[in-house]
């Protein structure tokens, strides 16, 4: 439970962690990260059973090798950046949800303990705005990028929603609707045109669960939305909204914030070194021939992961994203449309900015392999001596070998009940 709890401390540092930093570090999940492993191996080794490992984790393992592989034989007289450091340890996260989360319960909390660390960037953002009172710039941001933070806050919008369906306390219910309106605005004063699209499409969500909703439900939700583009219209200053406006013209003209010149240089520099790249952090060192003092980071996750790791890098990592999609097609219908448009509206999030190494993009992965795998009845952790070589496991007794599938309480809150799979939502 003391594991868990720092897994949920941490997940809920998320969308926040830059407000409170050192020079490079961020404090809330690093703290939390640390102690989350630390109490993980001693809970595996104490009760002496692992899980069977999914497709995302060995393909993220083999994309943590090649890349130490890469830079270990091509650039064996230079320290190891810190990027791939940020890797080994992202790989340590997507274990650490694995093995604490393996309950639909358990998972379901990490999904409100990002909500809940969305609402503090969501708030802290709009608090920036209100201090700034109409007369500070055209953008609004709390700690940090602010295309990214829109990124983060759009993320949590169906899951919100969701979980406004799945938690049991009704009270909890109105806290994750709430969000929405919340969460657009602040997304809004972001001034962010990636961010805009990235919100269209994670609001699909709530119009694809009304096929299931009741009557009084179906209002809540048009309801909810409604309030929400008043909101918007009301909060948003003009400057932002002339902002925004131009987002079709900066696609049609293939300007994207000054981002298309980076994605041709990145591939000039590609077809120079296709199958190992030029090693991790090394996309402005591979583009500074063609871009001079104008290099930047790539601003698209996966032409970064092509330049620096190759072709076999980028297989890799895609593998990883495959992976989860297959995983999440077998879940229950609403479930499934739930899973997918976050899945969607990750990928999305990932193509103006380089988010390869975000903690959010890996916790999201692991957090909905969690819950396709929960979804199956009898699933359990296998002793760690034979995990490798059996097939499968039998439930057998309580505490490690629990059925994944089993509703039980998250430690910080009332017990929760999943979102009843055949009845109307």
């Excluded at 320290?79 to 358990?106: C, D, G, N």
């Excluded at 696609?251 to 591939?267: C, E, M, S, T, Y």
Aim: proline share 5%; charged share 15%; with cysteine.
């Amino acid at each position: 439970m003391i594991a868990y709890a720092a897994l949920w401390l941490f997940v809920f540092g998320l969308p926040w962690e830059r407000v409170i930093t050192l020079p490079g570090i961020n404090i809330m999940s690093r703290i939390f990260g640390v102690l989350a492993l630390v109490l993980a191996v001693f809970a595996v080794v104490l009760s002496g059973r692992l899980r069977r490992w999914q497709s995302l984790h060995f393909a993220a393992l083999l994309f943590v090798v090649i890349a130490a592989f890469e830079l270990l034989v091509f650039h064996s007289g230079q320290r190891l950046p810190s990027k791939f450091w940020t890797y080994v340890q992202l790989l340590s996260v997507l274990w650490i949800i694995w093995e604490l989360a393996p309950t639909w319960s358990r998972v379901i909390w990490l999904f409100t303990a990002y909500v809940f660390g969305a609402y503090v960037a969501a708030l802290g953002t709009i608090m920036v705005y209100r201090r700034a009172a109409g007369s500070g710039p055209n953008r609004y941001s709390v700690g940090g990028d602010a295309n990214d933070l829109a990124m983060g806050l759009a993320l949590a919008l169906p899951i919100a929603w969701y979980l406004g369906m799945a938690h049991r306390k009704t009270w909890l219910r109105w806290v994750c609707r709430a969000y929405l309106p919340l969460g657009v605005i602040a997304i809004g004063l972001t001034g962010s045109r990636g961010g805009m699209i990235v919100t269209v499409l994670a609001l699909s969500f709530v119009p694809l669960s009304m096929t299931r909703l009741t009557p009084g439900r179906l209002t809540m939700a048009m309801a909810t939305l409604a309030l929400a583009g008043v909101l918007a219209v009301a909060y948003i200053p003009d400057a932002i909204v002339e902002r925004l406006a131009t987002t079709t013209t900066e696609i049609q003209d293939l300007h994207v914030g000054g981002r298309f010149k980076l994605w041709v240089a990145g591939f000039r520099a590609f077809a120079l070194k296709p199958v190992l790249g030029y090693g991790t952090s090394g996309f402005k060192e591979a583009v500074y021939p063609y871009l001079g003092d104008a290099t930047q980071v790539a601003h698209n996750s996966f032409i970064s992961v092509l330049v620096e790791q190759g072709i076999v890098g980028l297989l890799l990592y895609v593998t990883m994203f495959f992976g989860v999609y297959l995983s999440l097609l077998r879940l229950p219908r609403l479930e499934r449309r739930f899973a997918l448009v976050v899945f969607a509206t990750l990928v999305l999030s990932m193509m103006p900015l380089s988010m390869e190494e975000s903690k959010r993009v890996w916790f999201l992965l692991a957090a909905l392999v969690g819950l396709a795998k929960a979804s199956i009845p009898g699933a359990q952790a296998l002793p760690i001596a034979q995990w490798s070589v059996r097939r499968s496991a039998q439930t057998r007794g309580r505490g490690a070998g629990a059925p994944i599938g089993a509703r039980e309480p998250g430690p910080l809150a009332a017990p929760m009940r999943a979102v009843d799979r055949d009845a109307p939502a």
